[in-house]
Each structure stands twice: as C-alpha cells, then as structure tokens.
C-alpha cells in the first residue's frame, strides 16, 4: 500500500504552496518523488504542458501543466536577489544557469516574467546589493557550498560559479535594473 506525505510550502511565509511526496512502484522498482504545487504565482507568459519524465519509454507519458520557463528563472532571480549575500540556495544559481545557457529564450517574454514575479512578490530597490559584484562570486564560503551542491548533484563536467554568476549578471542584471527603473518613475 503507497501513501502519500503532503506539507506546507512556505517561503519565509510569504509564498505558499503544497509539496506532495510519494513512492512511484513498478514491479519491483520503487522510486521517490515530490511536486510542488504554488498557489497565487503569476505564469508569464502562460503555462505549459510538458511531458512527466518517465522511468520506462514503453508506456504513454503522462502531461503536466507547468510554470513557463521565464516563469521559473523569475521566481529563482527574485529570491537570488532578495536573500542576496544570505542565499544558500546553489540549486537556484544551478537552474539559472542552466535554463539561460541552453534554453532559447525570449528576452522580452523573460523581462515580462520578471517584471510580473518582482510585482506579485514585492522587490524595493536595494542599493547595497551584493549579488552583481565579483566579491559576491568569488567568495571561498560560497564556492564551498558550490563545489559541495555540485558533489551532491554528480555533477561531471567543470562548471565554475564565477562563470555561473558571469552569465546571471550579463543576462539578468540588465533587467532587473530596468525593474528599477521603471519603479523610481
């Protein structure tokens, strides 16, 4: 018999949501898996059907709604920023990159997401924002933390989080600067 673990997602009690974990079996395979289900965020452009991963390719995949990718980089950009130097969090550095580098997005559909999450979520200006500076990425703390969330992941190939960072200011930086902007008028 298979059960199921359901718990508040809640981000500093200011996002919420509901994580469901569960045990998937087939024969005598069993394999763990969670989903999140967020309530009250805004999908820019608008949600997407992707196809669940499956274990096996011989059965029909199964067809989930899900967040848009600019969605996903706006919500992980928004935390970045608003926990800043206190950030433990490498998976949302991981994910950017990731979804930045080998993803082709719309630059403007990307913007519009940030723009949306930075309004629903609320983000004032911070003028003492570590996040963009090279002491930010080249700090041995969070390098640390970054070599052990790579050890975690298997990570095989060389994947250095200056250069991690280098594509998060050259690509999100811009636009989170023309939030601002935007915000001062």
């Known amino acids: 018999a298979g059960s199921i673990k359901i718990e508040p997602i809640t981000v500093e009690k200011k996002y919420f949501g509901t994580r469901f974990y569960f045990t998937a079996h087939m024969d005598t395979i069993a394999y763990n898996m969670s989903v999140d289900i967020g309530f009250g965020d805004v999908v820019i452009p ?28 706006a919500e992980k950009f928004h935390t970045m920023i608003d926990r800043d130097v206190l950030n433990s969090r490498m998976k ?27 309004d629903n979520r609320g983000l004032a200006y911070n003028p003492d924002l570590q996040l963009f500076t090279d002491s930010f990425a080249t700090d041995g703390a969070r390098i640390s933390r970054w070599k052990a969330f790579l050890r975690k992941i298997q990570w095989k190939e060389a994947l250095d989080f200056d250069t991690v960072m280098k594509v998060i200011r050259d690509r999100l930086q811009p636009m989170a600067e023309r939030y601002w902007i935007k915000l001062s008028k």
């Open 46 to 73: 608008h949600s997407t059907t992707i196809d669940f991963p499956l274990l096996l390719s011989d059965i029909p995949s199964v067809n989930i709604q899900a967040y848009s990718l600019e969605t996903v980089i």
């Open 92 to 118: 949302d550095f991981f994910d950017c990159y990731q979804l930045l580098t080998k993803r082709n997005l719309n630059d403007d559909a990307l913007y519009d997401a940030i723009e949306a999450t930075f």
